[in-house]
C-alpha cells in the first residue's frame, strides 16, 4: 500500500475542495515543464517541477480541467516537493497501483479526489492520471542520460 499519509492527503484534498485553483506556471529555465491534453474532454494541464541535486524543489500546475484531474495533479505537486527524483517515482508507481488495479482505501481515495467514479468509470481513470502522467515525463527526462541539467550537477558546473 501507499506511503502517502492519509490525514495529510485528505488535508490537502479537502482544501483543494474549499480553495479550487490551479496554479501560476514559472517563467524559468530552472523549470522543466509538460504539458498534458485529452483528446475525448477539456483536460488540458501543464505540469512544471524545479529538480536540483536530484530532489525536486518545486512543482505546480496550469491549465484547464475537469475538478478531479485538478485536484488530483494539485495533490501530486504537494506531494513531490523535497522528495527525490526516486521517491517521486515510487510515489507515482504506488498511486498507479491503487488506481490500475483499484488496490486503494475506499475511505480515503474516494472521500479524497472524487473516486467514487473513478472506481466506478474506467474513463475515469484518465482524469485522475494526467497530471501524474505529465510528471512520470519530466522525472523520465530528468533520469536520461545527458540530461544537460542533471550533468551539471553531477560535475558541479554552472
Not at 19 to 38: C, F, G, I, V, W
Not at 77 to 95: F, H, M, P, R, S
Amino acid at each position: 500500500m501507499s506511503s502517502i499519509d492519509p490525514k495529510y492527503l485528505r488535508e490537502i484534498i479537502m482544501d483543494h475542495y474549499q480553495y479550487p485553483r490551479n496554479k501560476k506556471l514559472t517563467e524559468s529555465q530552472d523549470y522543466d515543464s509538460k504539458h498534458m491534453a485529452s483528446e475525448s474532454c477539456i483536460d488540458d494541464i501543464t505540469v512544471q517541477a524545479k529538480i536540483k541535486d536530484g530532489v525536486i524543489q518545486d512543482a505546480d500546475f496550469d491549465g484547464v480541467a475537469c475538478t478531479i484531474s485538478t485536484a488530483s495533479t494539485d495533490i501530486l505537486c504537494e506531494l513531490v516537493k523535497g522528495k527525490t527524483v526516486e521517491e517521486a517515482q515510487q510515489i507515482i508507481d504506488n498511486y498507479r497501483k491503487m488506481i490500475d488495479q483499484k488496490d486503494y482505501d475506499d475511505d480515503i481515495l474516494e472521500e479524497a479526489i472524487a473516486f467514487s467514479t473513478v472506481g466506478k468509470q474506467a474513463n475515469r481513470i484518465k482524469c485522475a492520471t494526467i497530471g501524474w502522467n505529465a510528471m512520470e515525463e519530466i522525472l523520465d527526462d530528468y533520469r536520461k542520460p545527458g540530461n544537460p541539467a542533471k550533468d551539471k550537477e553531477a560535475t558541479g558546473n554552472e
